[in-house]
Nanobody, 123 residues
Framework: QVQLVESGGGLVQAGGSLTLSCAAS????????MGWFRQTPGKEREFVAR???????YYPGWVKGRFTISRDNAKNVVSLQMNNLTPEDTAVYYC?????????????????WGQGTQVTVFS
């Protein structure tokens, strides 16, 4: 089992940057692919990024190079660097763990979730 705790959310001005972190418990972190999702009220959880257990990233097209996902298996941490933020990026951001090697982009395919961290971008 994996427990995930996100941190790093906050208030940032449009055009600014923010780095989110997700700390995982357990010795099996390196056997999971990790993902980031985000959600705003009334909307479905949206896929933001994924990184394989070996460190290969995957992003949806709308990210357009603004976000970078990374992981440190020695420290059991996955991070999301977000640049050039806009108010449309305002959401609760969640990290999640997936035991499959298939590149999943649907929340239902992820096994473990953190509690989320709020990101608010103001103009």
């Amino acid at each position: 089992q994996v427990q995930l705790v996100e941190s790093g959310g906050g208030l940032v001005q449009a055009g600014g940057s923010l780095t989110l972190s997700c700390a995982a418990s357990g010795r099996t972190f390196s056997t999971y692919d990790m993902g980031w999702f985000r959600q705003t009220p009334g909307k479905e959880r949206e896929f933001v990024a994924r990184i394989s257990r070996s460190g290969n990233p995957y992003y949806p097209g709308w990210v357009k190079g603004r976000f970078t996902i990374s992981r440190d298996n020695a420290k059991n941490v996955v991070s999301l660097q977000m640049n050039n933020l806009t108010p449309e990026d305002t959401a609760v951001y969640y990290c999640a763990a997936d035991g499959s090697i298939i590149i999943h982009t649907w929340p239902r395919d992820y096994e473990y979730w953190g509690q989320g961290t709020q990101v608010t971008v103001f103009s």
